[in-house]
């Protein structure tokens, strides 16, 4: 009967394991741009937050006040100071219903905006301007 080859291999010894610490350079590299590109992505999404926070309060604001139709201009006039600036707001009647009907996606005239120093303001114009707040566009350029 022939010997096994194996038998002779009783000398060479398996490798000992390998340990998980330290950490190789490519995993070091990978676990810090991993957290890096968690960080960018929770502050990209923490300032989106904080740039539709002045439009949250303007609706929550227009809701409490649904049939006032000069309080509602006013929640419009200062979201529209808030994101785009005192030049934006400070405009004569007809640029002001020109910047308005853009940002908000509905027409507005300047009849309309003067009815409301009359001394009963249209009730449709109440509706118009709470929907003007919802769809009030936040990233639209305008040039003033």
């Known amino acids: 009967m022939q010997a096994s080859p194996l038998d002779a291999l009783h000398d060479v010894l398996p490798p000992?394991?390998?340990s998980w610490w330290p950490l190789s350079p490519m995993v070091w590299a990978l676990l810090i741009i991993t957290l890096l590109l968690l960080l960018l992505i929770g502050r990209c999404v923490y300032k989106a937050h904080c740039h539709k926070k002045a439009k949250k309060?303007?609706?929550e604001h227009s809701q409490q006040h649904p049939d006032n139709a000069q309080a509602l201009h006013i929640i419009l006039k200062r979201l529209t100071?808030?994101?785009y600036g005192v030049a934006a707001t400070?405009?004569?009647q007809t640029q002001w219903a020109h910047?308005?009907?853009r940002l908000s996606g509905l027409s507005?005239?300047?009849q309309e905006l003067n009815s409301l120093y009359a001394?009963?303001?249209d009730s449709q114009l109440a509706n118009?301007?709470?929907l003007a707040i919802n769809k009030f566009k936040l990233k639209e350029k305008i040039d003033v």
């Open 16 to 18: 000992s394991e390998v």
């Open 90 to 92: 400070t405009q004569s």
């Open 57 to 59: 309060q303007a609706i």
């Open 81 to 83: 100071k808030h994101y």
């Open 99 to 101: 910047t308005l009907s």
């Open 119 to 121: 001394p009963k303001p």
């Open 108 to 110: 507005f005239n300047e």
């Open 128 to 130: 118009k301007l709470t």
